[in-house]
């Protein structure tokens, strides 16, 4: 072979080789790019310390008032009942609130008259949170925070009942919702802060 085909040859290798390396060069390029593209990201845990999402007494107020008007201040129900807590008449009278539309239009009022019948309520079942927290009545694990929920619903007499007979005298509102969804629902809440208070006022 002569000297020239042998230059040629050579320049054809070389480019062969110079191809077959570029290629290689840029297929690891790539698969890199689409590995980095196809990198599983999570997004960072933010606490934002949502007052309804803790098992105190906040959190157990406003789950209870999501329940009952889904913390409208100003909704009255076709039963009539007010506010954000759905309040009867009765029992603003028990509190002198005479003026609904004034009550409706006062978020602090709603939220004092609720503390207010929280007190009351548990003073009246003082004995009753004594018993029976802890227990387990019809499936339900009894807390102090379940007991005061069914006493918004149903009134303190009617959870004295169901308490005492062991779960064999029950409640439910014109609704249908019952003083055991509400032990179960709002049950686990830490209301300590809440003193009994037979007197209690706005």
């Known amino acids: 072979m002569c000297p020239q085909n042998r ?83 009765t029992t603003l009278h028990r509190f002198n609130i005479y003026n609904t539309q004034a009550f409706l239009r006062n978020p602090e009022l709603q939220e004092k008259a609720f503390v207010a019948l929280c007190k009351v309520n548990k003073w009246i079942l003082r004995k009753d949170i004594l018993r029976s927290v802890g227990k387990t009545i019809n499936g339900i694990k009894i807390t102090e925070s379940g007991i005061l929920a069914a006493a918004h619903l149903s009134g303190a007499g009617n959870v004295k009942k169901f308490l005492r007979s062991n779960g064999s005298i029950r409640f439910s509102d014109a609704y249908g919702a019952s003083i055991q969804s509400y032990l179960k629902k709002f049950g686990g809440y830490d209301v300590s802060n809440i003193e009994a208070d037979r007197n209690a006022t706005i």
């Open 7 to 89: 230059k040629i040859q050579f320049i054809k290798k070389f480019l062969f080789l110079s191809i077959v390396f570029l290629g290689f060069i840029n297929a690891t390029t790539i698969d890199k790019k689409i590995g980095t593209n196809n990198k599983v990201t999570f997004p960072k845990f933010i606490d934002y310390n949502i007052p309804y999402l803790q098992k105190n007494f906040v959190g157990f107020k406003e789950a209870l008032a999501f329940k009952e008007s889904q913390g409208k201040y100003t909704v009255v129900n076709t039963l009539g009942y007010l506010g954000k807590y759905q309040f009867g008449r």
